[in-house]
């Protein structure tokens, strides 16, 4: 973005003894960049794109003979979009990755000021503790672990467990508030049982005098055998909506607001043979296919880009990309963005249909 | 960040074919990322620097003769952290210039989803409109133009006028959602008469009926005349806060919370003789001195970096480097920072005094 | 609290001269009732009291012979409390009734601004519908019937069930704002299926975009089976709260705050052999006993009072007396005040223990 | 609102009996007083009615001579509504009294769970302390003492000073949760200079990291001076709203909400010869006449009441009369409700024209 010629045209040669007596003063011509800069549209360099599970499943497993857990602290495959090579980013604004426990093995704990989800995408047997409450894993399960709060994750089961991180990352590294402790033993001290904090919080119901008070849902764990059923439920009374089929958003029982304080996360339900109409959105959306297949349309611009999906696929829809949404099956989709943030910024719009 | 080595070992040749693949696949190991990614404690590329007023308003005229206002549509030195060349950023998440309007000159009206502050640092007769409503400005005022409100710049006094423009462009650009418009006309039909906005919610009183539901303040002009006598009047009845002297928040009368929903905005008195105590917070600040002089001492890890500013000098401390001001004369400072970003995520922290 | 005389003090003639003379142009002097109408703590007319449920039974089922339903439009035996008889009110604050409805009968449609709530005593088939949304209630479900949201009931069952009513109505006839209509028809037209509400908004989820604006939980029905489930799981891990054992207050998730916008509601577990520390509260409580039997130990200044209770007996402790429960089997209690309104305006107050 | 006969028709015997054994249990039939209970909309005890300020003046100066400041504690004459005679009430709802204080006199510090509003209707030196912070008062100011603050009042000057104040009194009545205790001494002790609340919190910034938490406005004092001059300047800017002329609300700058929790306030100006359009509202409101003289005329039913008014006169509006304001010279005048209480609840309402 540095000093380009603006539009092509060629810089004096005062111009450029000018520019260059700017830059000795950590200075720089707005007028040379503003076009860059401020555009009236977004530009996005993200692109929309599909990682294939088979193939990304074989080199996760792959990584289990290349680093020990231990060593590797999080055996994880950063997912990074394809114009973001090298910078830990799905999207602009997102980080994801595909995480691997092997049965035995151990995450030990740790805690950091980046937000993280888990979806769960296979496996049994596995757990993640939140400050020491710990909660097992079925695939479609989402877990939230909250900035700042002490987690740790294992494999009690016999079968590999694997499943989509979802962080902030990138938004805290912008901030810079990047805070991360190791806990001084591997797993911190067993605290309530399973399901408690689901229990407290999530049933409409919670003990006086007992405010969570952080940002976050204190219910950090999400099973899909009730979200499911709850998609399922609704669908039977609730006319499609045109460009989302049916989506749900996970919320925060205590405040109303979404479930985590930095990232949106939705499931969706595409019926046989729907397909949505054209929709723009600033959101960086990250998908997680649960069931089902069909295929995604972007708009590019002069041309159309599509891409088929399956059930375990990952793929991501940057900002403000037109695009619409095709099931061939029913399908049930998982997904995460920045809609919360963009919303508190006054940043949030989208556009629906044609322009 | 790519996929440097490890702590410095060296690669195995496994790893890098292995390596290979991961990236012909769009994924990369999070094991040889995660030190660089999830830091202890912020990793600032940004530092701590100063810009002497003197050589940057020099510059500036000098601009004027190299570029006319309507060819530059906004005449404006951006103001770049020295470690973040050709980024357009202060710090890390913030933009600041310096924008130069000479007598007659107007800047044409445009809106923009960025958030815009305006500090005026020297001249009269300069003017702000934002959605038709006119402020004139002087030395030491605040001027809001909100995410998507119109506006235009002129000067209809005989001397230069100059001011700092605050953005949270890197913001904006981070997530993706950038919207420019330029209005048909030059400037925005004329609106309410000067100072209505200021009358209508600034005086702890406003019309039933008549909610402003923006996330910014409705009142876009925060005079220093008043500003200032307010630090004057509350210095008498206010025992000094020993880590920022008496520092004002600019607020929304109508929320009760910052003035601007992305950008935290402080005008702060230190009398002659006042040394702060040593402080970190995760605000990424630009200053910009208004009265008076002294120095900031900036703890750089292993070293000691002082910088001595005086009225009309720009400086920044980026996120979490302990500091310390000083004032040898009486000295008000105006400075904006991040602060309500990172605490509607979440992230902000602060820390008092030594470790 | 006319113009008594001051501490039992003679009043002069000209003093009566002149206070009559200013009932003429209707003033009275404050001087002569300050005592009375300010007092250093509340002075409470309604007292605590209980309505044995055997006896209110038998009562409510002589009313079938005595009014038709038609006739009655609601079956309802009024509560009231001893000391404020014809007011409508079983404390200062609150109604409270049991309403009674046979086998085939239905309460036709209506709303009003006051809210209720519906606290299931007795029997199986009874319904309620919320616009056009049917729940069937079994003995302890509690149901919302929010301000001028339409309502009818009726009972598909073979026996009789009842109800116990919980309204605001005298905080709205205080204020004035009472409004209330008929629905056309017998029932108003059928609506989304049972359980659509809970499904939509109860399951820590919500479809997108839609944002239940309304100051009462979207979630109008609250059943026993969930809500005594919740109570014992966690009954296991949570330590008893000495004022008040283990109590829940029912939330509206959408917000997080109470499920109704000026009654605030709990259900609440006493083990078995437990007494709760003395307690004060300025809230007015009405108890309905669902399982268990005991007593509540009431201060009444120079006497104590104790009241004995069981299973769905009701009773009420009126603002600020000091009390304590106490529990000879495992009790679970459900109770709506007026905590939410106090709370809204700044008066809730409690004490804990002896002054 | 007994067991009266229903519709005029007469009990059976069998019913007498009946209601006599329910009234022995405690209970009483709704049916019997559904009509009464809940109305198609307000049935109103309170009537609109006018206190001539000159009459009262010369009754409330005749109190000096009856009653010693220290015997009164609060030399007050309270205004009843006609129809609430001996209960404290101007409208159902609120309370008002005219308060005098001679010179050098002195109302002892106290404080009280009611929050209580003053309106200086005449003379100068008059003063009230809040927490120790002195204000002096002069016609059309308005004070604010909040719930549980302490406060006491002087006259420093040489002439009778003579205010209105309103209180929440009869909702605190009606909740019970009446708190008072006098201070120990006369005054309460000095503290902040007079106007540092302003300063602190009402020129649209504040000090960092001080919250005030409570639900009144921090700044107390809201001088005529500066309420008038806001409502000049934007009767020349502002389109005259059809029912209100130009109305602006006090607000708390902390919160954005209004400047008291339990009491909505309200300055209006009504231009020579402006009449308003018909308008009910739910509100009970109280008006105390600035400036100019006109009338309101009110529905009552079957008939219309006309009420003329000058300036100091006092008149009040209660509940759902339909009402116009007409002003035969320029006007200003203050009120207050309980609109803020309504809002909370979700039972204000208002209905413009006719029906």
Redesign the interface.
């Known amino acids: 973005?540095?000093?380009k010629p603006l539009d092509g045209k060629k810089i004096s040669e005062?111009?450029k003894e000018?520019y260059g007596?700017?830059?000795g003063?950590?200075?720089?011509?707005?007028?040379e960049?503003?076009a860059h800069?401020?555009?009236?549209?977004?530009?996005?360099t993200a692109i929309p794109?599909l990682?294939d599970y088979s193939?990304?499943r074989e080199?996760l497993l792959?990584?289990a003979k290349?680093?020990s857990a231990e060593?590797?602290?999080?055996?994880?495959?950063?997912?990074?979009?394809?114009t973001l090579?090298?910078?830990?980013r799905i999207t602009?604004?997102m980080y994801a990755?595909l995480q691997l426990i092997m049965p035995g093995e151990v995450a030990r704990a740790h805690r950091?000021?980046?937000?993280a989800l888990r979806f769960i995408v296979e496996g049994s047997g596995g757990y993640t503790a939140v400050n020491g409450e710990k909660t097992y894993m079925e695939p479609g399960d989402f877990i939230i672990t909250p900035?700042m709060a002490w987690h740790d994750h294992g494999n009690d089961g016999s079968d590999p467990v694997i499943w989509m991180d979802g962080l902030?990352?990138?938004?805290?590294?912008?901030?810079?508030?990047?805070?991360?402790?190791h806990y001084p033993d591997e797993q911190f001290p067993e605290g309530?049982?399973q399901?408690?904090s689901s229990?407290?919080y999530?049933?409409?119901?919670?003990?006086?005098?007992e405010g969570p008070d952080?940002?976050?849902?204190p219910?950090f764990s999400?099973p899909y055998s009730?979200?499911r059923e709850?998609l399922e439920?609704?669908s039977?009374?609730?006319e499609w909506?045109p460009y989302?089929g049916?989506?749900?958003?996970?919320?925060?029982?205590?405040?109303?607001g979404p479930?985590m304080?930095?990232i949106s996360t939705?499931?969706q339900l595409l019926p046989k043979g729907f397909k949505t109409e054209k929709y723009q959105t600033?959101e960086?959306t990250t998908y997680s296919v649960i069931e089902g297949k069909g295929r995604i349309i972007v708009n590019m611009g002069d041309s159309t880009k599509t891409i088929e999906w399956e059930d375990r696929d990952i793929f991501v829809v940057?900002?403000?990309y037109p695009h619409q949404l095709e099931a061939d099956e029913n399908a049930t989709i998982f997904s995460f963005s920045?809609k919360v943030?963009?919303t508190?910024?006054?940043?949030?719009?989208e556009h629906r249909g044609n322009k």
């Open positions: 973005m540095g000093t005062d111009r000018y007596k700017l830059r003063h950590s200075c720089a011509p707005l007028w960049n503003l800069l401020i555009t009236p549209e977004p530009v996005i794109y990682w193939e990304i080199d792959h990584s290349v680093i060593e590797a602290e999080r055996r994880v495959l950063m997912l990074e979009n394809p090579e090298g910078k830990a602009e604004s990755g950091h000021s980046p937000a900035s902030d990352l990138p938004l805290v590294n912008h901030i810079g508030a990047m805070f991360m402790d309530q049982p399901g408690d229990v407290r999530g049933n409409n119901m919670r003990p006086i005098g952080g940002l976050d849902s219910i999400y009730k979200s709850t439920e609704l039977k009374t609730t909506d989302h049916l989506k749900l958003e996970y919320i925060d029982p205590t405040s109303g479930a304080s930095t939705f499931l600033t960086n940057p900002c403000w920045d943030v963009q508190k910024l006054g940043l949030y719009r």
